[in-house]
């Protein structure tokens, strides 16, 4: 199902034109959430990551690591 001559010139030009204006909408919002990002606040990872499986699986998903 091809798109007449016409037709698909209209379609094009409106598909670039309300591309434009998504993406304009779109680089204001990234922009402030980068922004915003600066403003978390930063949370420790473990100091080790290193578990067996079994331990793991015997204490549940919330388990403490091991020391």
Same mark, same amino acid.
């Given at each position: 199902?091809? &798109?007449?001559?016409?037709? =698909?010139?209209?379609?094009?030009?409106?598909?670039? !034109? &309300? @591309?434009?204006? *998504?993406?304009?909408?779109?680089?204001? /919002? $990234?922009? $402030? !959430?980068? *922004?915003? +990002?600066?403003? @978390? =606040?930063? /949370?420790?990872?473990?100091?080790? $990551?290193?578990?067996?499986? @079994? +331990?793991?699986?015997?204490?549940? *998903?919330? +388990?403490?690591? =091991?020391?």
């Amino acid at each position: 199902m091809a &798109i007449e001559g016409g037709a =698909r010139a209209a379609y094009t030009h409106a598909f670039a !034109a &309300i @591309l434009h204006s *998504v993406f304009l909408t779109a680089v204001p /919002i $990234a922009l $402030a !959430a980068f *922004v915003l +990002s600066w403003f @978390l =606040r930063e /949370i420790n990872l473990r100091r080790t $990551a290193a578990h067996d499986s @079994l +331990s793991f699986l015997a204490g549940g *998903v919330w +388990s403490e690591p =091991r020391r």
